[in-house]
Structure formats: C-alpha cells, structure tokens
C-alpha cells in the first residue's frame, strides 16, 4: 500500500492550486450527468458502444483489428509502487506481458517517477505530474498520487465511456466504482488496481489454550464483544491475557452508525465531518476508553505494569498473549511468516463480524488506482490502448491471472525460496531480490474491486497454495468464503477522491484525541465530537479554497 495516511500539500502545490481560478464547482442537482446514479444507465455495453462509437472500437479501415492493435505507438507508464528495478518491479512486469501481446506498441517507463525521485512521496509526485502537464510531457497511464488534486488541474482522462462499454467493468464493486467518480460525478478519473484492507485474526491457540470458543467465521459483534469478555476475566484475575480489538477507529461511523462511508468521521453525502451523528461509534468508543482504565489493554498501563503482569514482553499479539488483532493484506506476508512460522502461534484471519443494529458490516481500505493523461482525448486511439492497459493491470480476467502467474513462474525459475535456489548449487548472492518467498504481496497486490467469478477463482489466497509446501502457511479457509471476498472487494474506501478530506484528516488522531481524552481527562464523546467536527470542517473548508475545477 502507498500511504497510511497523506500528509498536507506542500505549499508550493497549494499554490498552484489557488492560482487556478475561482469557478464553483458543478453540484450534482446542476449536474446533468451523474455517474454515481447513471454509470450504466441500464444500457447494455453494446448500447454504450454505439454512443460512443466515435471513440471506442476505432476500425479506421475495416479490416477487423481495432487501429489500436496495430497502429505503432509508444505508451508511457509512470509509477514509483514497488521497486524502481524494471525487472523486479511486478507491477511493470505484468505491464509488459500486456505489451508483449502486441508488436505494433512500445512500452516504456518514465524514470522521473520512480521512488529514487519522488522518495515515495504522494506530494512530490503531484507536483511532478502537475510539471509534466505544463511542459507536454505527461505520461500516459500513472499512478494517482491525489486524485482530487489531479482531477481537479485537469490531468485525467475521462474514463467513463471505456467503463461503460467494458463487459468486465459491470463486476466492479459498487463502493469501487463511486472511488472512481469524481467529486462533481461528472467524470471517472481513474481504475483502482487493489483494494488493501485491514481485517481481523485472531489467536486461536491462545483461545483453546483457555478453553473459550473460537468463533465461526459469520460470527456477530455480539459474539465479538463476548469473546473479549471471556478474555477480560483472565485479565482482571491478574494473568498475562488480553482481549485486544478489532480497530474500528477509522471507520467506525459506517460499521456502528451506517454513516455513508464514515471514514474517521467524514460523511461522503453530506461532504462534511460529522462525528456527532456517531452514537454507536462513540459508544464503542467510549467503552475502549473504559477498557483501558481497567487495563484490558496492555499499551495502556504503564511499563511497570506490563512487566508486573508479563514479565519483559513487551509485543502483546507476537508474543501470544493477545487474543484478537488487526493484519493488513500489504502486510500479509510478512506477518504470516513472523506469527506462525517464526512466533510458533496458532493464527487465523477473519471477516469482519455482522455488524451491530444500525450499522454496516464492512472493511475499510485504501484504494489504489492509476488514472490516463487528459492529454489521450486528442489521441482517441492511443487512449483506447492504454485503458486496455488499465484494465489489464487491474480487474481483467487475463491481466489478473498474468498478474498471479509470475509466482509459478518465478517458483519454477528459482524453487521456492532461497535454500531451495542454494540447493540447486546456485550462489545465495544470485536469488532475486523480489521474490514469492521474500514478497508474496508485492504479487499478489491486495484484492481486486471486483466480484467477477473468474478473477476470484484465479486469486492465489482463494485458490491456495499446495498443503505440503512451502506457501501452505497461507491457506487460511476465510479466503474461501464469498462473504469475505466480497468485504475485501468492496470495502469503504478512503477518500481519496473527496476534496481536501484527505488534508483534513492529517489534524485528527481518534486514538489520541478522542479516546485518550475520554479516558484520561474523562470527556464525554457528546461533548468532544461537536469540537472536532468543528475543528476538522473548519479545515475542510480552508483546504477547499483550492480546488478550483477549470
């Protein structure tokens, strides 16, 4: 995953923002075209494909290959995600597949965009792309850094006619594709190619070790709550266990309050901040706050205290004596081989339990997606190859199964790990430095925003690996519950697409500035919420003064 959270916009783009004038923007009731209402209208994509028979499916001279297949063009691909090493970066690696099916294009990488450059910042890389528009050198097909911010200076292509037309397309999840909406729903500015969530796992040997119940995978909150409650006896009778949680924090206002989307807070309808209309959130909340005081959470006593009750440990959910947590997919990997083969714990990773009454079962997730280069809508040919691109590196049915395949295919060229590529007489020094064994994730890229079967049944966590092999550490059967995949592929995005939510966010921490304030200085959520929607809307308001749409 790119980023946790965006920092601010460096002056310098706050500038160039404001200097492009003060036209309001076009609301939805003045808006003829709403995409979040009409994407597909109810037509066919052959219906679309009439529409828009002057852009899409361009056979200039009738002889059944589309020119874009065979017209010689050259297509710039930008993007600092994963390694700056063409041939070990898998992202560009699947891009090339894609271009190898066709001789009549060219494919190359904008070494401006790489992280040796950008530092893997977000912000740079806009003011980057914002550079490139002004100096007629914009890539084709890039990495969205702000995809508010590049919507708004005019740097995308719109992409609503080749979604519409696309079959494949009708499978992107719902949440997905209102992602892909512009803030004026006037224009899809670009095609997430992963959804990374975070999810809960919970430590299943430490739960048969206590004799307490492990739950089914469609377990409810209520059944979540009591679990913890079980945990929470041992806790209070002085032993080294703890309930740990499921971190609703950043989205708790849709899970417990079905606030549209929700996100720390923001509500997408109403396009303010509104905490205060998060009853059930600040309940829960408020009981975290409760929780700490009488030291269910082992981060918050005090190191003395950890160590009267546990000795010198000092990672609660590593070290076993946690019984629920939070895993990231970017994260998978990793974490899988540290808790299960490393720690020796008995871990297992589930979907989020149905959620309480009034709110919305669903997982929070970043979504990350690649946008074209406004400067395509003169080129209406070259636009329709580098959109197949898009789709190739995103929801595809061939692209993904290409996507996943490099994992047999580097298995196949260099065994399964490192002692096997050694074994073989091989120099240690040689394995590559991105491989399945070392970055499953980097291939297997979080989960697609799409329900399509067929891109399911490819994905490498769905399908599984052999049970007796070296990846067998991630056969978890949640990933075969269509109910999980489809929290996965359709989780509440971050809003990325919202003006200035983004920026906002960066002035509030839940943790520190709502929940430590109800437990420490023993605030009520009622009394904190109106201060921070205050605070928050106060800054989303400021930070709006430069989105200015040409």
């Known amino acids: 995953m790119k980023k946790i959270i965006n920092g601010l916009v460096l ?9 492009c004038g003060n036209k309001p923007k076009t609301t939805p009731e003045e808006n003829e075209t709403d995409l979040f209402a009409n994407m597909f209208d109810d037509k066919t994509p052959e219906q679309w494909q009439t529409e828009y028979a002057d852009i899409i499916g361009i056979d200039s001279d009738a002889n059944g ?8 063009m050259t297509i710039t691909y930008a993007s600092d995600f994963y390694d700056d090493d063409d041939s070990l970066n898998t992202l560009y690696r699947n891009a090339v597949k894609w271009a190898e099916q066709y001789p009549n294009i060219t494919l190359v990488r904008d070494e401006r965009f790489k992280k040796a450059v950008t530092g893997d910042s977000d912000e740079l890389a806009m003011e980057m792309l914002v550079a490139a528009s002004q100096d007629q050198s914009m890539p084709d097909i890039f990495y969205a850094p702000l995809s508010a911010e590049a919507y708004d200076q005019d740097l995308v292509l719109d992409l609503a006619p080749y979604v519409r037309t696309d079959s494949e397309a009708r499978a992107i999840q719902e949440n997905a594709l209102q992602f892909m909406v512009s803030f004026d729903r006037k224009t899809v500015w670009g095609v997430p190619y992963m959804s990374v969530a975070q999810f809960p796992a ?14 089914d995978y469609d377990w409810t909150y209520e059944e979540y709550e009591a679990l913890r409650d079980q945990v929470g006896a041992f806790t209070d009778n002085g032993s080294c266990a703890f309930p740990g949680l499921i971190d609703f924090s950043r989205h708790g206002l849709n899970y417990y309050d079905n606030v549209p989307n929700g996100w720390n807070g923001f509500d997408v309808e109403k396009q303010r901040f509104d905490f205060s209309a998060g009853q059930g959130y600040g309940a829960w909340l408020t009981e975290e706050a409760n929780e700490g005081n009488k030291g269910w959470h082992f981060f918050d006593l005090s190191l003395s205290e950890q160590e009267a009750v546990c000795g010198s440990y000092g990672f609660p959910w590593g070290d076993g004596f946690q019984a629920i947590d939070n895993i990231w997919m970017f994260s998978l990997s990793t974490d ?8 020796e714990l008995n871990i297992d990773i589930y979907p989020m339990p149905t959620a ?4 919305n079962t669903s997982i929070s997730a970043y979504f990350d997606a690649l946008s074209l280069g406004y400067h395509l809508r003169s080129d209406r040919v ?40 050694v074994e073989l007489g091989n120099d240690a020094l040689d394995f590559p430095l991105v491989h399945p064994s070392t970055h499953l994730m980097d291939y297997i890229m979080g989960w697609p925003v799409t ?17 007796d092999g070296y990846y067998a550490i991630f056969n978890f059967d949640a990933f075969q519950s269509t109910h999980f995949q489809n929290q996965l592929s359709n989780a ?10 983004a920026r906002a966010y960066a002035h509030i921490n839940v943790w520190s500035d709502i929940k430590e304030r109800i437990r420490v200085e023993g605030y009520s959520y009622n009394a904190l919420a109106p201060e921070i929607d205050l605070l928050l809307n106060g800054y989303l308001d400021e930070y709006l003064r430069y989105y200015n749409k040409r």
């Open 65 to 72: 290959t589309l020119d874009w297949q065979e017209k010689p």
């Open 336 to 343: 899988a081989r540290n808790m299960i083969e490393t720690r």
């Open 356 to 359: 309480p009454a009034g709110g």
């Open 202 to 215: 919970i430590n299943v040997g430490m739960l048969e070790s206590l004799n307490i119940p492990v739950p």
């Open 451 to 467: 329900n399509n079967p067929v891109v399911m049944a490819n994905h490498p966590l769905v399908k599984g690996f052999d049970p």
């Open 492 to 501: 509440i995005a971050y809003p990325r697409q919202i003006p200035a939510a």
């Open 11 to 19: 002056l310098l783009l706050l500038v160039g923002l404001a200097a």
């Open 382 to 421: 070259k636009a329709e190859a580098v959109y197949d691109l898009a789709k190739w590196l995103s929801y595809g049915e061939d692209g993904t199964e290409a996507r996943w395949a490099m994992i047999d295919e580097d298995i196949a060229t260099y065994g399964e790990n490192v002692d096997a590529w």
